[in-house]
């Protein structure tokens, strides 16, 4: 039992790929463990053994994690959602006393991904280009007056995910009106342009970046890739690598990028397995092997950009029935 590499993926919800590509590598060295607060998550199905566990952010969740961990040695422990990020990273050490390796970034580093405006702010003070954002409306306007930004904008909150409560405004008073009614928003340049997805895993102990997928998206749906084609730009490869050092990066993370009139502009980045990740995967970009390999402490060799362009995914339905 001491030897087992056993892996927890917390928040499993829809994401049944993941958990089938974790299975598929660690074959008969380990389990798979998923957790979800609801019965009724499909990749929960497709692990070893599974749990139903209480809200994150509810009262005693951190000790039925920890307590999953210890009764289950489980050697690492990720999150598939959001929400999740920050406790994570909160509570890293509390995991790596009782052996689990938590596959996180840093809480500050996690905290920035999810405030965009203090991304912005980061990502303009280090010479990355990045989308406009503004959350003072009147020095928006001004620049509007000024020719430096124009109409159609974006009004978001600052701390969202999911592409919830995004909206596309044309006028000040739309702006007017959905500041009267939310706090926290911002505003955000319209990039017309072709958007781009990164997939990039960050070595747990050497720090680098030791693969990057990269794909254009050809159809959104709900804030994520429903259709993309793999693309290889050393220009690109640059920019990552170099924003991924600068910030910290540990781990799996998701970047979105646009392009627009031939420059790549940085818009976000989650500290987590993107919804598009299996596209990388299937492509040959090999991340829960990486994981792996850090969590049986042996330091990824890069293998930066290898895989084949023009590797097209296209995601469907799938049903699980439960009785």
């Given at each position: 039992?001491?030897?087992?590499?056993?892996?927890?993926?917390?928040?499993?919800?829809?994401?049944n790929?993941?958990v089938?590509y974790?299975?598929?590598?660690?074959?008969?060295?380990?389990?798979?463990?998923?957790?979800?607060?609801?019965?009724?998550?499909?990749?929960l199905?497709e692990?070893?053994?599974?749990?139903?566990?209480?809200r994150?952010?509810?009262?005693?969740?951190?000790?039925?994690?920890?307590?999953i961990?210890?009764?289950?040695?489980?050697?690492?422990?990720?999150?598939?959602?959001?929400?999740?990020l920050?406790?994570?990273?909160?509570?890293?050490?509390?995991?790596?006393?009782?052996?689990?390796?938590?596959?996180?970034?840093?809480l500050?580093?996690?905290?920035?991904?999810?405030?965009?405006?203090?991304m912005?702010?980061?990502?303009?003070?280090?010479?990355?280009?990045?989308?406009?954002?503004?959350v003072?409306?009147?020095?928006?306007?001004?620049d509007?007056?000024?020719?430096?930004?124009?109409?159609?904008?974006?009004?978001?909150?600052?701390?969202?995910?999911?592409?919830?409560n995004?909206?596309k405004v044309?006028?000040?008073e739309?702006?007017?009106?959905?500041?009267?009614?939310?706090?926290?928003?911002?505003?955000?340049e319209?990039?017309?342009?072709?958007?781009?997805?990164?997939?990039v895993y960050?070595?747990?102990?050497?720090?680098?970046?030791?693969?990057?997928?990269t794909?254009?998206?050809?159809?959104?749906?709900?804030?994520?890739?429903?259709?993309?084609v793999?693309?290889?730009d050393?220009?690109?490869?640059?920019l990552i690598?170099?924003?991924?050092?600068?910030?910290?990066?540990?781990?799996?993370?998701?970047?979105?990028?646009?392009k627009?009139?031939?420059?790549?502009?940085?818009?976000?980045?989650?500290?987590?397995?993107?919804?598009?990740?299996?596209?990388?995967?299937e492509?040959?970009?090999?991340?829960?092997?990486?994981?792996?390999?850090?969590?049986?402490?042996?330091?990824?060799?890069s293998?930066m950009?290898?895989?084949?362009e023009?590797?097209?995914?296209?995601?469907?339905?799938?049903?699980?029935?439960?009785?």
């Open positions: 039992m001491g030897n087992e590499l056993n892996i927890l993926i917390l928040s499993c919800g829809t994401r790929k993941i089938q974790f299975k598929k590598e660690l074959g008969s060295s380990g389990l798979v463990i998923a957790t979800d607060c609801s019965d009724l998550a499909p990749a199905y692990a070893d053994k599974h749990f139903i566990v209480p994150v952010g509810d009262e005693g969740y951190l000790d039925v994690i920890l307590s961990c210890k009764e289950n040695n489980i050697k690492a422990v990720l999150s598939l959602i959001d929400p999740e920050s406790f994570l990273a909160e509570h890293k050490q509390e995991f790596v006393d009782i052996g689990t390796l938590p596959i996180i970034s840093e500050e580093v996690v905290k920035m991904c999810f405030d965009k405006y203090t912005f702010k980061f990502l303009v003070q280090n010479g990355f280009q990045t989308v406009k954002s503004y003072d409306k009147e020095q928006f306007y001004k509007v007056e000024a020719g430096i930004i124009n109409y159609p904008v974006f009004v978001k909150p600052v701390k969202g995910s999911a592409s919830i995004i909206n044309t006028s000040k739309e702006i007017e009106l959905l500041f009267s009614r939310f706090d926290n928003l911002m505003i955000q319209f990039m017309d342009g072709t958007e781009y997805g990164a997939d960050i070595d747990i102990f050497s720090d680098e970046p030791v693969a990057i997928f794909k254009e998206k050809i159809k959104m749906r709900a804030g994520e890739t429903d259709k993309s793999s693309i290889k050393k220009q690109l490869f640059e690598k170099n924003l991924v050092q600068i910030i910290g990066f540990k781990g799996i993370i998701d970047i979105d990028i646009f627009v009139k031939g420059e790549y502009y940085i818009s976000e980045v989650n500290p987590r397995f993107g919804g598009g990740y299996p596209h990388a995967f492509s040959g970009v090999n991340v829960p092997r990486m994981i792996i390999n850090n969590v049986n402490g042996d330091i990824n060799v293998e950009g290898m895989y084949d023009g590797i097209y995914m296209m995601k469907f339905n799938e049903l699980k029935i439960k009785k």
